[in-house]
């Protein structure tokens, strides 16, 4: 499917065959990823300026820099300004001759194509996501730009962890790791061994996960990224910090000396507290964090807490529309009753819930039900 008939489809219907459009797994997935990683080249040819169309890439870079502050929101006009702006990139590129104005285009392109992958990954539409970061990762390509192509390979590996598919992630993110610079530490490195460790626990690989977050810690406090397009503005330690907690808290839930999980939960607290301080600007993302302080809290034992943060999660963010924290919250529910099913609260916090995914159009308020 060419990006035009995709972005054409995407934006003329709403039917349930796109919505399903089925997401490519094991060597469908990898194989194109690990052609097109093979081929990124370290830099581009140098090239006289041309000014054909200079006005109309300076309005989609514009673009891009507001897309990027509408965070993880995902309504249908949002995310189909982004795939318009797609579309948009597309004719211009088809028009602009090689030089440094289709490198800016092509960086446009690459960033608004994972834009689109991005609402869409939030709106639970897996396979178109996937086909939008694997146009990303094409446009990355072709600019040389190795760190927005791992950026979303790292991308691909969540959605694929969402999905279950923890050793396709791992494989997904050797890939992205493979593109970056060799010997230079630095957040996007960070944010890929902190996913590497997150997966590494649910397969079980304890030892593997430690070494990985840590190795993720380390190369955040030493990072020395030039991370100038948009696409990065959300790459900080205290982002680092949200995924070093769900890495702990994975590692935390396989079976170990009580002293051991302890210690890993003390970790996962800090790391949680450490990425809520900086959530003052997106709903959506301070909803992220709050659940992963709600899943620390329950491991803790402090269960009635983890209800009450949940309970703050469904006022603060009623109006965010996002797959990720429905299922964080679904999956929160799931868990705490296991471990506290006579809990009087638990049933209240279930109820709500039920009531949160009924009001937000969620097919899935029946699995609370």
């Not at 459009?21 to 041309?50: C, F, K, N, W, Y």
């Not at 211009?92 to 030089?99: D, F, V, Y």
């Not at 929160?332 to 809990?343: A, I, N, T």
Request: proline share 4%; aromatic share 6%; glycine share 6%.
């Amino acid at each position: 499917m060419t990006l035009k008939s995709l972005t054409a489809n995407d934006i003329a219907s709403r039917k349930d065959v796109l919505v399903a459009m089925a997401a490519a797994t094991g060597s469908l997935l990898l194989d194109p990823i690990r052609q097109l990683v093979g081929v990124i080249p370290s830099s581009i040819e140098e090239i006289q300026p041309h000014r054909v169309g200079v006005d109309e890439v300076a309005d989609l870079e514009e673009m891009v820099r507001l897309s990027t502050k509408w965070g993880a929101q995902t309504g249908s006009r949002m995310r189909k300004a982004v795939i318009g702006g797609v579309n948009s990139a597309i004719e211009l590129l088809e028009e602009t001759p090689s030089g440094p104005l289709k490198t800016r285009l092509f960086e446009v392109a690459a960033q608004m194509t994972q834009g689109a992958g991005f609402m869409s990954y939030h709106a639970r539409m897996y396979g178109v996501a996937q086909r939008y970061y694997l146009w990303a990762v094409r446009f990355s390509r072709e600019i040389g730009n190795r760190r927005l192509a791992a950026k979303v390979i790292g991308d691909m590996s969540r959605l694929a962890t969402d999905m279950g598919n923890h050793q396709e992630a791992l494989e997904l993110l050797a890939s992205a790791l493979y593109c970056l610079p060799i010997h230079r530490q630095g957040l996007v490195q960070a944010e890929l061994l902190g996913f590497q460790a997150s997966a590494q626990a649910l397969l079980g690989d304890a030892s593997g996960a430690r070494r990985a977050v840590e190795t993720s810690l380390d190369a955040s406090a030493n990072a020395t990224d030039d991370l100038s397009l948009p696409i990065f503005e959300y790459l900080k330690p205290t982002f680092i910090s949200y995924v070093a907690t769900a890495a702990y808290t994975n590692i935390a839930r396989l079976d170990g000396p009580r002293v051991a999980t302890s210690h890993l939960l003390a970790q996962a607290e800090e790391h949680a507290k450490a990425a809520l301080e900086e959530d003052d600007h997106f709903p959506a993302y301070r909803a992220l964090d709050t659940i992963q302080l709600m899943n620390v809290r329950l491991l803790q034992g402090e269960p009635l807490e983890g209800v009450r943060l949940g309970n703050s999660v469904m006022e603060f963010a009623s109006g965010v529309q996002s797959s990720r924290i429905i299922n964080r919250l679904i999956k929160f529910d799931r868990e705490v009753r296991e471990r506290h099913p006579r809990l009087p609260e638990i049933r209240e916090f279930q109820e709500r819930l039920r009531i949160h995914l009924l009001n937000s159009g969620e097919k899935e308020a029946s699995v609370v039900a």
